[in-house]
């Protein structure tokens, strides 16, 4: 295992839940926005500020749709997004439910790429990156 590489058979990523894709997903991109905003050199304050505007669930639902609404995806791409979305069953009191759930199949799409197809993940994220 390399560093941040788990060590899964790729046959097996598609036996992971979509719960758990989701889980990973969230930590994944939220690494990537952190990164994306490490220069120029800025306050821990303002670290913060800049990275929960990108990862919050009304963000991640509108690079979902912009990322949908130009045809980005693939059929599994979508396939994955809508299990994702599907299997939110709860929800923070302060969030659309129907923004939530597609944050949810946002993250469960990054989730799986982190696994499964990282090179087609670099491309998701870079287009999802100029959406904002």
């Known amino acids: ?12 990523i598609d036996e992971i839940s979509i719960a ?10 939220e690494l990537h926005v952190r990164l994306n905003f490490l220069t120029p050199p ?28 130009n045809q980005f995806l693939s059929e599994l791409e ?5 299990r994702g979305r599907n299997a939110t069953t709860s929800t923070p009191r302060h969030i659309n439910p129907q923004t939530y759930r597609l944050a949810s199949g946002f993250e469960a799409l990054i989730g799986y ?10 491309q ?4 999802a990156d100029n959406i904002l």
């Open 20 to 29: 758990a894709l989701a889980y990973i997903g969230d930590a994944i991109y």
């Open 124 to 127: 998701i994220l870079a287009q």
């Open 78 to 82: 979508l396939d994955l997004v809508r």
């Open 42 to 69: 800025r306050s821990p304050k303002e670290y913060h500020q800049l990275v929960v505007s990108r990862v919050k669930a009304q963000s991640q639902a509108n690079q979902l749709n912009k990322l949908i609404d």
């Open 1 to 12: 295992m390399s560093l941040l590489r788990p060590n899964i058979d790729v046959d097996k």
């Open 113 to 122: 790429l982190y696994l499964k197809d990282p090179d087609r993940l670099v």
